[in-house]
């Protein structure tokens, strides 16, 4: 069983349906319970406030069989998503504490795959070196994109360079077609050969963008299928989740990518944390998708 370490602060998200007012969120949260149903060795390393640290979800990610490390910040990050006709808006309640590399136990420096799945800058240039050389490295860019001024609109940062620790130690980079816009450097800039760059686009699918050393390919995967998005909270984390999980059960091929699609489709029909797609679940999409196009 593939062993994937999994760090980032959870995000407490206002939620005015949750009797609690908000419910857990962030991308380590999600990415750990999507890994784990899949049948990662899933170790989660995770920043929470005092109060989300006494979050059901948490119980919910441990029966799932992720290992769960918390360190108590503080400050966590606290997000009100308003959804607007131009589509969601997100406003800081509350920024996020550091979440140190110091804190990563001994025994999980050696995994073979680890997703850094920062929401508010809480991973600094010293998560660049707490792992071993060898490891896969994925990183959810948008969360070191973020800035967070209590009470106002998140502001989004451009796209960091192939300068940035982060960006330079990470074997893959996952950003929103959203981060995109925002502002991103030109591929070459970006991208070192040996790199990948996975860009999710929702309902219009994904690309994955290579640079080696001859040049630049790249692969478009579209959602199987599209599905009526019921909530989209969790999606694209969910998405990169399933591709890493995929490229350490199947290899490096096209199969992490198809893997993701059917888990963000699947994804975005489900609102709450412990109904995340299983393997189960993605199973059957497959099957169905393959009779379809068989038939």
Request: aromatic share 4%; hydrophobic share 45%.
């Amino acid at each position: 069983m593939p062993t994937l370490v999994v760090v980032g602060a959870a995000t407490r998200d206002i939620d005015a349906a949750d009797p609690r007012g908000w419910r857990l969120g962030g991308g380590v949260t999600y990415a750990a319970m999507t890994a784990a149903r899949l049948g990662l060795d899933v170790r989660a390393l995770i920043g929470v406030d005092a109060v989300a640290a006494e979050a059901a979800e948490i119980d919910v990610l441990r029966k799932s069989g992720a290992r769960v490390r918390l360190v108590e910040l503080a400050n966590g990050p606290v997000f009100d998503n308003r959804e607007t006709p131009l589509g969601r808006v997100q406003y800081a309640v509350a920024a996020s504490d550091p979440l140190p590399a110091r804190d990563l136990p001994d025994d999980w420096r050696a995994a073979p795959h680890v997703l850094l799945t920062p929401v508010a800058a809480e991973l600094g240039p010293d998560w660049a070196t707490a792992f071993d050389q060898s490891a896969f490295v994925a990183l959810a860019a948008q969360g070191v994109m973020r800035v967070m001024r209590p009470g106002e609109e998140v502001l989004r940062l451009p796209v960091p360079d192939a300068t940035d620790p982060l960006t330079r130690r990470s074997d893959l980079i996952a950003l929103s077609g959203e981060d995109a816009v925002a502002g991103a450097p030109p591929i070459r800039d970006l991208l070192s050969a040996g790199q990948a760059l996975l860009v999710t686009g929702g309902d219009k699918g994904a690309l994955e963008i290579r640079r080696t050393d001859t040049g630049i390919t790249g692969c478009y995967m579209p959602p199987l299928p599209r599905r009526a998005a019921v909530d989209t909270t969790g999606a694209g984390d969910t998405f990169l989740a399933a591709y890493v999980a995929g490229r350490a059960l199947a290899g490096d091929s096209w199969r992490p990518l198809a893997v993701a699609s059917a888990m963000g489709s699947l994804a975005v029909t489900r609102r709450t944390l412990d109904a995340t797609p299983t393997k189960s679940d993605l199973c059957a999409a497959l099957i169905v998708l393959r009779n379809q196009r068989l038939g």
